[in-house]
Nanobody, 117 residues
Framework: VQLVESGGGLVQAGGSLRLSCLIS????????MGWYRRAPGKPRELVAM???????TYADSVKGRFTISRDTAKNTFDLQIHSLTPEDTAVYYC????????????WGQGTQVTVSS
């Protein structure tokens, strides 16, 4: 299983970005799909996640600005980000969790998002 992120970059405060995560190497449905981020000097944190069925979870700091979505036909899931602030500067990672007797965790390599003030 491989996850490859794309869409990061440098953007001014108030701008928008769309991150995408391409999943390859599995025909199984992920039980959870999500985005995490790690800002400099801070631990990795959950940004947004949705289960295969059920409601979506967002970090309080991104509610109303970030939207996670899935394109089953393309085997991708995206994170649309609006109203970026310098506090959103981080490496963003996509993640899927698959349950098959035990839980399996798969991560992308990360994509840098830098927001200038």
């Amino acid at each position: 299983v491989q996850l490859v992120e794309s869409g990061g970059g440098l953007v001014q405060a108030g701008g928008s970005l769309r991150l995408s995560c391409l999943i390859s190497g599995t025909t199984s449905n992920a039980d959870y799909m999500g985005w995490y981020r790690r800002a400099p000097g801070k631990p990795r944190e959950l940004v947004a996640m949705f289960p295969d069925s059920g409601s979506t979870t967002y970090a309080d700091s991104v509610k109303g600005r970030f939207t996670i979505s899935r394109d089953t036909a393309k085997n991708t899931f995206d994170l649309q980000i609006h109203s970026l602030t310098p506090e959103d500067t981080a490496v963003y990672y996509c993640n899927i969790k698959v349950y098959d007797v035990v839980w399996y965790d798969y991560w992308g390599q990360g994509t840098q998002v830098t927001v200038s003030s």
